[in-house]
């Protein structure tokens, strides 16, 4: 199993708060912190990053001994992160129809990269199969209600999702997707679900939340290979 904290932007614009939510996201058992790269980020915008501030958080990252990714949004931000050789890559569903060129560039460095499907609405597959390329079920709603869960793969196995990029609230969904398959659930990441500085707090795990997600999640998906 692979748990994904999705922090992205819920810094607020406050950068010096991203030293506690990686803190907060490594004691909750991620193996990932996740932030946004490119989205939201022209200067005065509220995920403005600079080079500078891409160092402190690589280093942040690397001080709680949790792997760094980011959802690179635009070509030029790609070219930013290049010097750090990161292990790995996700791709927003947006930046699938936004970017293509980049996101095959990307792809052809045979990095693992993640891709969320929530916009995609093409038919099969945008960039076909790769070793390197594990697609993620989504929904692009925010917060996700239950009912619209319904085409959830009953056997993710059978499909070509490798897991779930989750925005529903709480983790029932998530602990679902893991029973029936899922083997990576990418999970948004907050302090505090009643900030309203941005919608993605209300669809976000606490850190407890986070923790019994990832707790439980690792025993279910143990059960399921023992009984493979």
């Not at 750090?84 to 460095?109: G, Q, W």
């Not at 948004?188 to 009643?194: I, Y």
């Amino acid at each position: 199993m692979l748990f994904i904290a999705e922090i992205g932007l819920n810094h607020n614009g406050n950068f010096g708060l991203i030293h506690e939510l990686v803190r907060q996201a490594k004691f909750s058992g991620a193996d990932i912190a996740k932030f946004q790269l490119g989205w939201r980020a022209a200067e005065g915008e509220m995920n403005h990053i600079t080079p500078e501030i891409l160092e402190t958080m690589v280093k942040i990252c690397a001080h709680y001994e949790i792997e760094p990714m980011f959802s690179i949004f635009r070509p030029e931000f790609y070219e930013m992160a290049k010097p750090y050789n990161f292990s790995r890559y996700k791709i927003a569903s947006r930046t699938v129809k936004e970017e293509p060129a980049m996101v095959a560039e990307l792809l052809d460095e045979g990095k693992e990269t993640f891709i969320s499907l929530g916009f995609w609405d093409g038919e099969g597959l945008p960039f076909g199969e790769r070793d390197n390329l594990k697609y993620l079920w989504c929904k692009a709603l925010y917060p996700t209600p239950p009912w619209e869960l319904a085409d959830m793969p009953k056997d993710f196995d059978a499909t070509p999702y490798a897991g779930f990029s989750d925005h529903t609230v709480g983790i029932e969904a998530a602990l679902l997707a893991i029973a029936r398959g899922a083997r990576v659930i990418e999970k948004h990441f907050t302090l505090d679900k009643s900030d309203v500085t941005i919608r993605d707090h209300a669809l976000s795990a606490t850190p407890e939340e986070f923790g019994q997600m990832v707790s439980l999640g690792r025993a279910m998906r143990k059960n399921l290979d023992l009984g493979a």
